[in-house]
């Protein structure tokens, strides 16, 4: 993806009103709200509290009936409204494909309006349907009946994307997938957007796909008013009052785990040996250490086994068959953390950096202990008991060398 792309844009709703002509009261009343520029903000609320209206009024769409909306600085009502909606990307549940026409030209519509040359709009479908996730080749002439509900949807957002508009509005994107094809769709979002940083604006019912996507998340109450525009993490620590607590609902801690890198709690530190050091001196340089630990590496110095000192037999140290442990990166949230204990069975995984160098030990127990202590505090975002560990021993991987 090229790298000089449009960047997103802001957009400010200022005393906003919608009132539909029959209706006593209005959709959206007295609507404030400034949306950053390369930030996703997710409108999150019950049905019928004025999400769609919301956002279908940025693209004009549907008019506000008083109030005004800006993009860039630039009010919208004095822009053309078709001329509008070509710089801002939009995408409905299921893709809304037109049923007639082939992938590539579905993804095309816009850069035709725009007039691009065959040879321009060709690379750019070309280009989106990698980006989503989508072989060329294999789907560029394929009808919309001929794709699964997902790959419509990718789809979809490829033609959002199609004009490299600065924003991109969204309606309820993946709510016609099943769970799990969901979730890849909002991870491939997350990475298209990481190498965008467009605007978008994402409607959803679902407080979970609102906290995964949302750089903020506005929790909307009747009538468009915000209940809380906030971060992910702030919501679910300080919600502004009962109506947010029971929208985010029971299990925050849980929710905050999706948040949180496993480098926010206490890391266990081990030993590092290689394979063939003699056990004496190991345990030796463990209790030096104070760990109980023991990491092992081969002679490349990639990790290949995780001991308790207790268990140690025999007079040097060996891997162990088949029993490569587990290895988080860093950068792990701790629900996947605590997703990888529990479907590997082990009581902990080895914390590495991007070259896969020990940093530490996260445990089943540490995960627990942190859930335990955000739910103890409300209102705190935790932190773990001590400083962060230092890596033992210090000196890294080298460290077992001189020992032994
Ligand atoms: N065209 C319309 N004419 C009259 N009333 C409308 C129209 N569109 C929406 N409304 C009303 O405006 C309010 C807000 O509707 P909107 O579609 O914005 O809700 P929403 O939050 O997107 O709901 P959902 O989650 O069900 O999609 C609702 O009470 C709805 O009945
Ligand atoms: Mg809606």
Partial sequence: MSTDSTRGSEIVFTDVVKRYSGQAEPAVDHLDLTISAGEIVTFVGLSGCGKTTSLKMINRLIEPTSGAITIDGQDTRELDPDELRRGIGYVIQGGSLFPHMTVSANIAVVPRLLNWDRRRIRRRTDELLELVGLDPSVYRDRYPKELSGGQQQRVGVARGLAADPPVLLMDEPFGAVDPITRSRL?????????????????????????????????????????????????????PNDDFVADFTGSGSALKQLALEKVSSIHLEPAVLVHVGDPVPDVLTLAEEH?????????????????????????????????RRPVLLDEDAKLDTVLDTLVTSLHEGAIVVDERER??????????????????????????????????????GADRGREHP
Avoid at 364 to 391: C, K, L, M, W, Y
């Fill in 186 to 238: 909002q991870d491939e979002l997350l990475d298209v957007q990481s190498k965008l940083h467009k605007t978008i604006v994402c409607v959803t019912h679902d407080i979970d796909e609102a906290i995964k996507l949302g750089d903020r998340i506005l929790v909307m109450s009747e009538h468009g008013r915000i209940a809380q525009y906030d971060t992910a993490s702030e919501i679910l620590a300080n």
């Fill in 290 to 322: 104070g760990t109980n630990q023991v990491v092992v590496l081969d002679a490349d110095d990639a990790i290949v086994d995780w001991y308790w000192t207790v268990t140690l037999r025999g007079s040097a140290v060996r891997a162990r068959p088949g």
């Fill in 358 to 395: 020990f940093l530490g030990i996260a445990t089943f127990d540490e995960v627990t202990a942190h859930v335990r202590r955000v739910n103890a505090a409300p209102g705190t975002i935790p932190e773990h008991d001590g400083p962060f560990p230092e890596r033992v021993p210090s000196g």
